[in-house]
């Protein structure tokens, strides 16, 4: 009698353990979300590692004035905080997504649609502004928006269409003659292009109350060393401490022409262009 059990509990015990080897095949659907969601996690991180960074001032160039100093890496700041709300809201969504679509039925393979391309770092974005901003209008911390000029192609299709739309932040806002050195500055980051969250490097229109407007890129994941660097200038030679932050003149300028205004503009009518400093995958579907 007890040799007949023998063989039910060992079929028993193979169709179990058979059960946890053979695990659901996920989608590409599925494996995509996941990535999206690593991806939304690892943002979060580094943005969290941004602020910690900021407020111990490990960028800051030491030669800065102190009331440029401060009001740079408040405004900053403030901007890093509205990114990291909006980026922890997204990787809690995107969570979400990867794990309904975990525990969904598996579709049949024909229904196997997504595709998932990388948008590598350096690619450049020209972005059409929804609306003007300047120094009196908007403050750092505040959003804007537009629209992609042209098509973002890449190797394995088109990663966004023109027209799709962009959100980005103000980092800072200082009209000319806030600043101890007479200077002012508007600068804007994009942080997401359609559905997705983006690295990109710094746009910023610097001028002084002569009404010279100069408008220039800052990328380098220390960005914030080069402006305050570039905003603390005296001598208007740009050559502070950079923190590893590359400088350059922009494409397309969309600076204000040069008046005694001290208002700082950037116009819509004026594309902007942007550059990934960090590739991003996205889902194609």
Request: glycine share 10%; net charge positive; with cysteine.
């Amino acid at each position: 009698m007890r040799n007949q059990n023998i063989l039910p509990i060992a079929l028993i015990s193979i169709a179990v353990l058979g059960g946890v080897a053979c695990e659901k095949k996920l989608s590409p659907e599925t494996v995509a979300a996941q990535e999206a969601t690593k991806s939304a996690d690892d943002r979060v991180a580094r943005l969290e590692q941004q602020l910690a960074d900021l407020k111990t001032g490990k960028h800051a160039p030491k030669e800065a004035d102190k009331e440029t100093l401060d009001h740079v890496a408040r405004s900053e700041q403030r901007a890093i905080e509205h990114q990291l709300q909006a980026a922890k809201k997204k990787a809690e969504a995107k969570k979400r997504e990867a794990e309904q679509l975990a525990a969904a039925p598996a579709p049949k393979p024909d229904a196997y649609k997504a595709t998932v391309v990388e948008v590598p770092a350096g690619t450049t974005l020209e972005v059409r502004l929804d609306q003007d901003l300047s120094t009196d209008k908007q403050q750092a911390g505040d959003t804007w928006t537009g629209t992609l000029v042209s098509d973002v192609r890449t190797a394995g299709g088109t990663a966004w269409r023109a027209g799709t739309p962009v959100h980005g932040v103000v980092s800072q806002s200082a009209a000319l003659g806030r600043l101890a050195n007479g200077k002012g500055g508007l600068a804007i980051k994009l942080t997401e292009v359609g559905s997705n969250d983006v690295d990109a490097d710094t746009h910023l229109v610097v001028g002084d109350k002569r009404g010279e407007r100069n408008a220039k890129i800052i990328g380098g994941g220390a960005a914030l060393g080069a402006l305050i660097g570039i905003l603390s200038d005296k001598n208007n030679k740009n050559d502070h401490a950079l923190g590893g932050a590359a400088i350059g003149a922009a494409a397309g300028t969309a600076a204000a022409a040069a008046s005694a205004d001290t208002v700082v503009r950037i116009k819509a009518s004026t594309p902007v262009i942007f550059t990934l400093s960090a590739p991003e995958k996205v889902t194609i579907k």
